[in-house]
């Protein structure tokens, strides 16, 4: 789906345009910096993220224009001179982007995206691609907690009706199936996005609306007799919904049959349910729960014997309920000048967790030989190469005291271009292909690293000459203030 639609060259903070004609009025907006999209925190405590949206960055960047409505509005502000609305009316993004790619599992310092380009332009696109990419990251990476929690049984995100609106409700369910759901209630992310399948039954409405439950089970079996499954759970579970659903099931004989269990004690029920369903003759009726739940109920469930064979996880999840705000930054990591230098530039705070990493950058993932599964990530300069099986030191980042060798490992690039000169050329995957490579990088990680809780906490190491720089310039900054 285009987020161009409605024309979003406008939806950024203001003080991107004041920053834009400040730069234009100095005479730098065409000077070249570089900006890293970072994030400094991993959701609900866990180890790891997964980053997702970038599909939509990039339609953004690519139809990224100001119509006449927009310097219109602009000029009526009475703050900006005709030379910058005219600079704005021939405005076109020549900028060249890096990324890593959507569903890769991602830690925290580590570039998602990388802006080199024009500074106006650089500085302007922030505020959507922060938008972009901290709502789906973070609805990627709560799917894949609750996904992981399922065990193997199917989720399907249900969350539509209480997304925070209507773009977070498409792009939420995007997000979700690439962490893992198997499908999604939005229709409308179903038509856009046709890897994803759109599914559903019924509501509570529709059994009220007939002279009995039974009658409602029925008439939806003959109107559905490919894929039946019924809501037991507006009167009462045990006494008539299911006894109600067996008696349907017996009568029409519909291919595949399934009930639903939205409310009470989801536990106990479905115990009872499929006692009742195998007893009855019909142990390939599917069990699907929903009502209010995420990672931590369903691995209860689970745990507690549940006989539930697929989830349905709405509020919870569409809005990352247990914590809602992914929080990535995009910070200027370095200026270049005119015969091609860089001038690396960092951000120093008394926050230790604010300092930023300068430098034009890139991440490297180290896998062992012996098992493929992930190693450490080392934030690397872009000039600088890891070679294969190359004897390598790197810290743990809960102890700066403790250091690990390396040896019979490979490295990776997470890094892949996406733009050149303002150019697209990345060709974006289908949305089944980056899910399933969400799965892959997922099973790379250690099982250390999908604890809900306490996760080990990933090696994640500055190259040597990435610490020094960082080092010099922290030392130079401090010089400057005694």
């Known amino acids: 789906m285009d987020t161009n639609t409605a024309n979003m060259t406008l939806l950024t903070d203001f003080y991107e345009l004041t920053m834009a004609n400040g730069y234009f009025e100095s005479g730098v907006a065409e000077n070249i910096a570089y900006f890293d999209l970072f994030f400094r925190n991993i959701p609900d405590g866990g ?22 409505d927009d310097i219109a509005f ?11 609305l005219d600079y704005l009316r021939n405005f076109k993004f020549t900028c060249d982007v890096w990324a890593i790619p959507e569903g890769t599992p991602v830690f925290p310092g580590e570039p998602l995206v990388t802006v080199r380009g024009p500074m106006a332009q650089a500085q302007f696109v922030e505020t959507m691609l922060l938008l972009i990419i901290n709502h789906q990251s973070l609805i990627a990476t709560k799917a894949n907690r609750i996904v992981r929690a399922a065990a193997g049984r199917g989720v399907m995100e249900f969350g539509t009706r209480r997304a925070h609106g209507a773009s977070a409700a498409i792009y939420g369910a995007r997000a979700a199936f690439i962490g893992g759901c198997i499908g999604t209630a939005c229709a409308i992310t179903g038509r856009e996005y046709p890897g994803i399948p759109a599914i559903g039954t019924m509501a509570h409405s529709w059994v009220q609306m007939f002279d009995s439950e039974y009658e409602a089970f029925r008439r939806y079996a003959e109107i559905y007799p490919d894929n039946c499954v019924l809501l037991v759970d507006t009167y009462n579970v045990v006494k008539s919904g299911i006894p109600n659903a067996v008696r349907v099931f017996n009568e029409l004989k519909p291919k595949k049959t399934g009930i639903r269990l939205d409310s ?16 009855a003759g019909f142990p390939d009726c599917i069990i699907v729960v929903s009502n209010s739940l995420d990672e931590y109920i369903i691995r209860d469930v689970i745990l507690q014997g549940a006989r539930i064979d697929m989830f349905g996880v709405g509020e919870r999840l569409i809005t990352s309920k247990s914590d809602p705000v992914f929080g990535g930054v995009y910070k200027l990591s370095a200026i270049e000048t005119d015969d091609g230098r860089l001038i690396p530039k960092m951000k120093i705070s008394e926050n230790v967790e604010k300092i ?64 050149d000169k303002g150019k697209r050329v990345y060709d974006n995957p289908s949305i089944g292909e980056i899910q399933a490579y969400c799965k892959a990088q997922v099973d790379t990680l250690w099982e250390e690293s999908l604890r809900f809780e306490n996760p080990t906490v990933y090696y994640v190491d500055l190259s040597t000459e990435l610490w020094n720089l960082r080092t010099d310039l922290i030392h130079r900054y401090q010089k400057d203030f005694e």
């Open 47 to 68: 180890g790891f993220a997964i980053a997702a949206g970038l599909e939509q960055a990039v339609e953004y960047l690519e139809t990224l224009k100001f119509t006449e």
């Open 74 to 84: 602009l000029k009526g502000r009475g703050i900006f001179k005709d030379a910058f």
């Open 264 to 279: 009470g004690d989801v536990t106990y029920l479905s115990k009872q349910a499929r006692k009742m369903l195998d007893d």
């Open 356 to 419: 930023t990493n300068p430098g034009f950058k890139k991440v490297y993932r180290l896998f062992s030989k012996k098992t493929n599964k992930v190693v450490a990530d080392i934030i690397a300069l872009d000039h600088e190469n890891i070679p294969d099986d190359e004897n390598f030191v790197i810290f743990d980042p809960a102890f700066t005291w403790k250091r690990k060798k390396l040896s019979d490992f490979y490295a990776k690039d997470l890094r892949v271009p996406i733009f």
